[in-house]
């Protein structure tokens, strides 16, 4: 079972498309109210294009190579960060949880496989990645009911089951700050660079 890339950009493609769209102009109105520099405005177009295409083709790449499957002795998850396996015997339970975070417009959904000791021995994102029928069939296949985990905050789903909820969830102010002022310098350094190149 894998992920469906379709599934991603009906729910991000409009976002990327707007993101492109509003590069796109920027740079065309740079390149026609600041002529004396037209290199600037030709470097705008490509640093903001390249970055969206290269956010795309991850997602694509994660996409051809996720998977998640369930033979008879484990259950076994691939992605781009490398492949886990885990005997079926350490699974407990498949609990349904929504994320809740203070940086987030929408909660995020998770599957929990929980093994040995309630903690989390993988998981599965279920608002925009994987589906909710994704969870129903691995469930099914693992040969446990669904519980339901009710609404959480990332910590409090960490604390019930530990490795449920990355570093980020439960710090996100202290992972988004850092993240945004890093994208706008290496933004403002990529454009510096290539605005001499486009001279």
Not at 145 to 165: C, V
Request: charged share 15%; hydrophobic share 50%.
């Amino acid at each position: 079972m894998r992920p469906s890339a379709r599934r991603w950009i009906r729910t991000y493609g409009v976002h990327l498309g707007a993101v492109g769209g509003v590069a796109l102009l920027f740079g065309l109105s740079v390149a026609l109210r600041v002529v004396s520099h037209p290199g600037i405005a030709g470097a705008v177009v490509f640093v903001l294009g390249a970055l969206t295409g290269g956010v795309a083709a991850t997602v694509l790449a994660s996409s051809l190579v996720a998977r998640i499957a369930v033979d008879g002795t484990s259950v076994r998850k691939r992605s781009l960060l490398g492949s886990h396996r885990w005997p079926l015997g350490q699974v407990s339970a498949i609990v349904r949880v929504t994320l809740l975070s203070p940086t987030l417009r929408d909660p995020l959904h998770y599957g929990l496989i929980i093994g040995p000791a309630n903690r989390c021995i993988t998981r599965m994102e279920t608002s925009w990645w994987w589906s909710s029928a994704d969870l129903d069939r691995i469930a099914l296949a693992l040969g446990h009911p669904i519980i339901e985990g009710g609404r959480l905050t990332a910590t409090q789903a960490e604390d019930r089951y530990p490795g449920s909820a990355a570093w980020w969830l439960r710090h996100p102010w202290g992972f988004a700050l850092p993240l945004s002022v890093a994208i706008v310098v290496a933004v403002c350094i990529l454009i510096a660079v290539f605005g001499a190149a486009f001279k």
